[in-house]
């Protein structure tokens, strides 16, 4: 299935005490970003990059994926923020209102069909593996969504956003931990931060995420509440292994991911 890809790496990983970008920090010898593009790079996808306005550490992936897209994001104000610095490789779409960016590499899409897959993702998932993006493309082309969200099951949810859904099985909100009721923490289904949307609704949805929060950020996982409301397709999908979806923060939460990896080589 053809789908696109916008990867967010343009935030600093402070937590892991590296000079390097977060997604830059190697994992079994190459950079975090590196092992997800090339992962992406088998499923098919057109990918889009999302780096800091001061790139200078990337410059050689971007001849190692010619065909990537790059774009540095100016702003820095939350995910939608980031996943809307894209803006500029999809002119013929309408820019939401708080997007800054500056197109570094490659040309802007053009005539893209509107039931094209957008698959939205973070850079620091260095296990991801081609078996579960490609279930998940399948998932959401047989349940005929218009947005849908990757969620897995760690042994201890604590500390991730839960996928909150109906009884039907279709996908309400993403609530996070420190928002959560005790019933909603005792949910098991995690939100990965994996998203999937239609492009002809992408747009639309992210014009309408505001700053009504503590953080005065740009969510994307507020486009799940918006795109509900709309009466959109909204469900969740079921991802494994877990730790294939497990991003990393810090230092020890890298080793563990190395340890893990290696064993499943």
Known sequence: MKFISILMAAGKGKRMQSELPKVLIPFQGEPILERILRTLQGVGGEGVVVIPEE???FEPLFKVFGGARFCSQLSQRGTADAIASAHVFFPEQTKPAYSSSKLVK??????LDGSTPVMLMAGDLPCITQEVLRKFLEDFEQHKADVAVLGFEPPDPYGFGRL???ASGKLLRIVEERDATDAERRLRLCNSGIILAKFKNLWDLLAQVRTENAQNEYYLTDIIGIAVDA???VVASSG???QALTGVNTKEQLQKLEQWSKTEQ
């Open 106 to 111: 490659g040309q802007p899409f053009t005539g």
């Open 164 to 166: 909150v859904c109906s």
């Open 55 to 57: 790139y200078s550490g």
């Open 240 to 242: 494994q292994p877990w």
């Open 231 to 233: 009466g959109l397709e």
